[in-house]
């Protein structure tokens, strides 16, 4: 339609809103002068810079922030001429335009508008009357309050200075400018023309500064104009395919969660390198031929790389980008920033690593001038408010020109103030002194403690001194630990080594226990009116009995004796029956697939089971060559037993000896049987039994015994002389069962998976359930929300979370969980004694404190490894590397680091970790994110693959009814936007294994035409909704736009953002802040902000109907409705 129809309908709308609308549009210098940098044409509106346009647009999203405000300590020491020096700065701001800008929209677009003079006032405040103690305190708090003002781009000005009188000819000039007008060498150009300015006017001499050539502003048209250039397309070219692999996106150990809205809250940790050291690196850079920059730059990387497990490393580097001697001498914001991509794959040694960075360096410095700010939205990167796009971190070597030391007679010295802001994660800036050395990391303080940032910077000093002494060594192999924090880790967190004795096994234990109480209860099953009790000397004899007939069975130590038995005084009885005759039992729960049971007796050619007539259908038949044993019935333990004793066999047996073994569930699809001796399984219930300082009397039975977080519960209690609570079959799936068995028989000790618990917590009287004093949960991540829910309701019971793998034997490490720790991620504790934890990387160095890495098990309750998995047990027992004794250390699977307490936090599992779009994330923390949620019980949240070769996150939901935008609304306040599921499917319940975990494998496929983002076109649902589709397909220049596709998705960037926002002003006169496109990135979602208002909601959907009513008219239905409405 053409231009004219355009205004028409314009028009037309202005008369039936009786509003006005305003509208024009910027033209384009087409200045054809020679200079090489020519000026601008000063009656149109002045265009951004690439640089500028990126700040002006963060701005935007986030208005008021002081993170892009730097601030100086100026101190002049001598007789000051405080008007002059006021002079000067009015001279300076006069000579540079860019003093003198601030920011505004016109016609959709931002533009620079230039003062033609501003009155420049150096406000002066006197301290000098306070005591000589307090000045340097207070001078350091009217900087860091001037750091933290923030600027306003759009009303000015961006540069503040005021004098600080400190003493006698002593002052202090606090300087503070936005960095949209300003970058480090303008730093030496300001002060440098500050000395010839003050040295003249002092003298009541004219400037003898030369006029300026150019502006920043004409600097800025022209780099916009060579964007163009086949030059500056070759450049791009050139970074383009350095940036066209997936962009791996740096993962940094954090303290705190990265929040979707940051508010760049940040902090300075110094570091001095001693000059031995600095002169050393130094002879490195010169032996291998390069620079000083480059060599800390890979160390720099290598740091990055240890740090965070990535091989492919994304490096921020600002350089000045004034190559252009019309520039040189301009205050202005002309730095560029370099993307320096190193490859660390193959574990190359340090000087390998250098020479990759060495090549590249001298390739990304041909191409420097191609903008940061221009590459971005090339690439179409998917902007993330709680990160920067491409690069996180940043490392500089300061070399820009110095600032003078001297103005006239007066000495000055200038210091950087810490903001108390920081834009990415993490900045390392390096200075060459003449003492060394030295340098600070800036880092976000709203991810790391300063703790972290001080053993981060540990690590880099003790990585730089092993690389300047051994630069061959291979890059996994230099140090990042100092000797004292290596013992620390490795020794004093592991060092309780208490001697526990071996003279008598866990059966004999419990033997001489039931000795001394032959007629107290040990065994209860069910709830009063259907409940069984049974006496220490009842299962004292009958597994005496059992042994006896095992024994005359043909049983022989070694052997593996089957249980299949649902949870009963039986199973207990077989049990120690098994152990007494010198065998290892096997678990069997009658509930398994026969097949998998099959599995487990052709495993472990069984030589007998122990069962049921009832449970015989459950067990698979034997094939025609026999390759187990057949069965026992328990029933006939009376009938077979007349003519055996009730004393326990001669039986000889060592701690080596096999106690049980426990099937786990393998990554080939075959369970592994793990082998646990009698030694592991007396070292894990002695360690608890020392642990736990509450004797068991009543402990309540939740688990299958075919899981060995019954082992902790079964002998902890039978060592203890407890009672053992059972639920009767399917009793432990009824939480209200399971309280009325609490209530009945005082249990005292329980121990469950976190959700089972907490479901307990919700859902019981807290009377049926208030004789617990200790209750252990393990299996599953602990979430915070669980404290608050115990100690609320039994705020004398004690709380524990326990961790560990069957192949550990039962628990590796525990952690008390206290009222104080409510709202906070919950660790699962330091190692247990006689048990050591290392966390490793993948050639088996440890981490350093705060840094993850795979969790590895050594000591006493580590188990021989798998029955028949010889090539396996090798890859998962491997060689301890840090004992002296041979001892095999288990490599777990398991995430975890190590906090600055020695306390260990749990991350997930090694398999689990997927990257969506370029992100490492842990579908765990997604989980308990969206279990915050009141109405959803359970979750799990899996990674699919989609048709484009990318992953997608699906959360399974199990709640009566959920609103899905509702959801998301409250997810996208606690995760970023990768960390959203795009699709949700919700479930009346979720699949269980018989552990009580949720089946992952039994979850639904969603169906092929469930809808994700950008999957299914949603229509517009009201006028609202067909107006913002309308302003996104034409700006996008696209045919179409679902109200559930994403804006960036559809290669939306920040310029289009912009637009977006002025286009939803244009047409409902409503201010719509840039952040809200960044957080609801929908049509939908706009939508709704829009009318969130109720007061103005009614106008803009009247606005939005007018609209589509009018996009719909034919031009002589235009006509005619303009003549109806002017007549």
């Known amino acids: 339609m053409n231009e004219s129809i355009q205004d028409e309908k314009r028009r037309l709308m202005e008369l039936m809103l009786k509003k006005k609308h305003q509208s024009g549009s910027a033209g384009e210098n087409q200045s054809n002068k020679k200079q090489r940098i020519p000026r601008r044409d000063l009656s149109k509106p002045a265009g951004l810079s690439f640089a500028q346009q990126r700040l002006w647009f963060l701005d935007e999203l986030t208005p008021g922030n002081a993170a892009y405000a730097f601030c100086n300590i100026v101190r002049l020491n001598g007789k000051l001429d405080v008007s002059c020096l006021e002079k000067c700065f009015g001279e300076i701001v006069n000579r540079h335009e860019n003093l003198r800008t601030t920011f505004q929209i016109i016609d959709g677009a931002p533009v620079q508008v230039i003062a033609d003079s501003v009155e420049t006032r150096l406000p002066m405040q006197d301290i000098s009357e306070a005591k000589d103690s307090e000045k340097e305190n207070k001078l350091q708090a009217l900087a860091a309050l001037e750091a933290g003002k923030p600027f306003s781009l759009s009303s000015g000005p961006l540069i503040r200075a005021s004098i600080i009188c400190i003493a006698e000819e002593e002052y202090a000039v606090i300087l503070t400018m936005h960095h949209i ?8 150009v300001l002060f440098g023309e500050l000395k ?26 022209w780099q916009r104009r060579e964007i163009e250039t086949e030059k500056m397309q070759k450049q791009a070219e050139f970074w383009r395919n350095v940036l066209s692999d997936s962009l791996p996106v740096l993962d940094l150990p954090t303290d705190r969660k990265r ?192 703790s972290t940032i001080q053993n981060m910077i540990n690590s880099f000093e003790c990585l730089l001194n092993d690389i300047s002494l051994n630069p061959e060594k291979e890059i996994s192999r230099l140090s990042i630990l100092d000797d004292e924090t290596y013992k620390k880790i490795v020794v004093d967190w592991n060092s309780e080594k208490p001697e526990f004795s071996t003279d008598r096994l866990i059966f004999e234990i419990i033997e001489e226990m039931a ?36 024994l005359k069975k043909g049983v022989r130590p070694g052997d593996f004796v089957g249980i299949c038995l649902n949870r009963s005084f039986e199973m207990f009885v077989s049990i120690l029956g098994a152990m007494k005759a010198g065998a290892a039992y096997l678990p069997m729960d009658p509930a398994y697939p026969r097949e998998r049971l099959q599995y487990m007796l052709e495993d472990t050619a069984a030589n007998i089971i122990i069962t049921q007539r009832e449970l015989s259908e459950c067990l698979p038949d034997c094939p025609g060559e026999k390759r187990w044993g057949e069965p026992y019935y328990i029933e006939d333990i009376d009938a077979f037993s007349k003519d055996v004793t009730v004393t326990t066999p001669k039986v000889r047996l060592t701690p080596e000896d096999i106690a049980y073994i426990i099937y786990t569930s393998g990554s080939t699809g075959k369970p592994k049987g793990v082998l646990v001796s009698h030694g592991n399984l007396l070292h894990s219930t002695a360690v608890r039994r020392a642990y736990y300082k509450e004797r068991v009397e009543s402990f309540l039975l939740m688990s299958s015994f075919s899981f060995d977080s019954s082992v902790a519960g079964i002998f902890w209690t039978l060592c203890d002389g407890g009672t053992l609570v059972l639920p009767k079959y399917g009793q432990e799936r009824d939480i209200f069962e399971v309280a009325k068995l609490i209530d009945e028989h005082s249990v005292t000790h329980m121990l469950s998976l976190p959700s089972v618990y907490s479901l307990l917590l919700a859902s019981a009287p807290v009377r049926a359930i208030s004789s617990l004093k200790t209750v252990c949960v393990a299996g599953e991540e602990c979430p915070s929300s669980l404290l608050e829910k115990h100690f609320d309701t039994l705020p004398e019971s004690r709380l524990f979370n326990e961790y560990g793998p069957t192949e550990g034997t039962v628990w590796s490490t525990v952690y ?89 936090e749990f991350l997930g599992r090694v398999d689990d970790q997927v990257k969506i779009r370029g992100y490492r994330i842990e579908p765990g923390e997604i989980e308990n994110a969206i279990l915050q949620n009141a109405a959803i019980t359970q979750c799990a949240v899996v990674v699919q693959g989609t048709e484009r070769g990318d992953n997608r996150l699906i959360a399974y939901v199990e709640t009566p009814q959920t609103d899905t935008e509702e959801l998301i609304a409250e997810l996208s306040l606690r995760l970023p936007a990768h960390m959203i599921p795009t699709l949700f499917i919700r479930l009346e319940t979720m699949p269980l294994m018989p552990n009580g975990k949720i089946n992952r494998k039994a979850l639904p496929e969603p169906a092929s035409t469930t809808a994700g983002l950008g999957q299914k076109f949603v229509e517009p649902k009201n006028a609202v909704e067909q107006v913002l589709t309308n302003i996104w397909a034409d700006l996008l220049e696209i045919d179409s736009v679902s109200t559930a596709d994403n804006f960036f998705e559809l290669g939306g960037h920040s310029i289009l953002a912009t637009r977006v926002v002025s286009g939803i002003y244009e047409n409902f006169d409503v201010q719509v802040a840039i952040r809200h496109l960044f957080d609801r990135p929908t049509v939908s979602a ?9 007061e103005d909601a009614e106008r803009i959907m009247e606005t939005a109907e007018l609209i589509v009513q009018i996009d719909g008219l034919s031009e002589e239905e235009i006509d005619a409705l303009m003549d109806e409405e002017i007549g």
């Open 181 to 188: 007008v300003y970058d480090g060498w303008s730093l030496a």
């Open 196 to 221: 010839t300015l003050y040295e003249a006017f002092v003298e009541n001499k004219p400037s003898p500064l030369p006029a300026l050539n150019i502006q920043y502003a004409d600097f800025a048209l």
């Open 816 to 904: 008390e969980c206290m009222p104080e720790d409510t709202g906070k991620v919950i660790p699962i504790g330091r190692a247990i004694k006689n048990v050591q934890i290392y966390i490793l990387d993948e050639n088996l160095s440890v981490q350093p404190i705060g840094v993850p890495g795979e969790i590895y098990i050594a000591g006493k309750g580590v188990t021989r490894g798998y029955l028949n998995r010889d090539e396996l047990t090798a890859e998962k027992f491997i060689e301890n590397p840090f004992s002296d004794n041979s001892q095999k250390m288990y490599r777990s699977g398991d995430i975890g680091k190590y906090r600055a307490d020695g306390n260990i």
């Open 515 to 550: 000795s001394t109480r032959p007629d107290a209860i040990v065994i209860t099953t069910g709830v009063a009116s259907s409940e069984q009790q049974y006496t220490w000397q009842e299962l004292s004899q009958q597994a005496c009995k059992l042994a006896n007939i095992l």
């Open 1086 to 1094: 706009l939508s709704e902000i829009l009318l969130s208002d109720k």
């Open 259 to 450: 929040s979707a809205t940051p508010e760049y809250k940040g902090a300075m940790e110094w570091f001095y390198l001693p000059e031995s050291l600095t002169r050393l690196l130094e002879v490195l850079a010169k032996r291998e031929d390069c620079t000083l920059y480059m060599v800390l730059l890979a160390a720099f990387s290598v740091l990055l790389s240890r740090y965070s497990g990535e091989k492919d490393i994304i490096v921020g580097t600002p350089i000045a980008n004034r190559n252009n001697q019309e520039v040189e001498n301009l205050i202005g914001f002309f730095i560029n920033s370099l993307v320096m991509r190193t490859s660390l794959e193959d574990n190359p040694d340090f000087c390998q690593l250098l020479e990759r960075i060495k090549i590249f360096s001298a390739e990304a410095y041909a191409n420097q001038d191609y903008p940061f700010e221009k590459l971005v939205e090339d690439l179409q990167i998917e902007r993330n408010m709680g990160q920067n796009p491409i690069f996180q971190t940043m490392f500089a070597l300061q070399n820009t020109p110095p600032p003078p030391k001297k103005i006239a007679d007066i000495e000055m010295q200038i210091e950087e103030v810490d903001s108390g802001t920081a834009v990415f994660d993490i900045t390392l800036s390096m200075y060459e002194t003449d003492e060394g050395l030295n340098g600070y990391f800036e880092y976000s303080s709203e991810l790391y403690n300063q």
